[in-house]
């Protein structure tokens, strides 16, 4: 795949939602091998995904927002609210695979 290739491909998966995206990256290469489930970097959270047979690695973006409930969060001080977390699918990023894949 070259650097368009890789393009287009981000596009269309930051088209879809997270779990079509997610499906299709399977649907690419069935030795698909998730690295990472939503590590935090920064304020995004990656699900990395490397698929040895297209030699590529796809990146899933998230974003989070936090709210917080009245409800009483007791593994903490009694001051502190529990809090609803809702993940935001934003974008893919594509890339070559720079080393090969440990299986």
């Given at each position: 795949m070259n650097e368009s290739?890789?393009?287009?491909?981000a596009d269309r998966l930051s088209k879809m939602t997270f779990k079509q995206a997610r499906r299709e990256i399977r649907?690419?290469?069935?030795?698909a091998d998730m690295k990472f489930w939503r590590n935090s970097i920064w304020d995004e959270?990656?699900?990395?995904?490397?698929?040895?047979n297209e030699d590529i690695t796809i990146t899933l973006v998230e974003k989070v927002e936090l709210e917080e409930t009245d409800k009483r969060d007791f593994?903490?001080?009694?001051?502190?609210?529990?809090?609803?977390?809702?993940y935001t699918y934003v974008e893919a990023r594509?890339?070559?695979l720079e080393r090969p894949v440990k299986k």
């Amino acid at each position: 795949m070259n650097e368009s290739d890789h393009r287009q491909l981000a596009d269309r998966l930051s088209k879809m939602t997270f779990k079509q995206a997610r499906r299709e990256i399977r649907r690419l290469d069935r030795a698909a091998d998730m690295k990472f489930w939503r590590n935090s970097i920064w304020d995004e959270y990656h699900t990395l995904f490397m698929l040895p047979n297209e030699d590529i690695t796809i990146t899933l973006v998230e974003k989070v927002e936090l709210e917080e409930t009245d409800k009483r969060d007791f593994t903490g001080p009694p001051d502190r609210k529990q809090q609803d977390i809702e993940y935001t699918y934003v974008e893919a990023r594509v890339a070559p695979l720079e080393r090969p894949v440990k299986k």
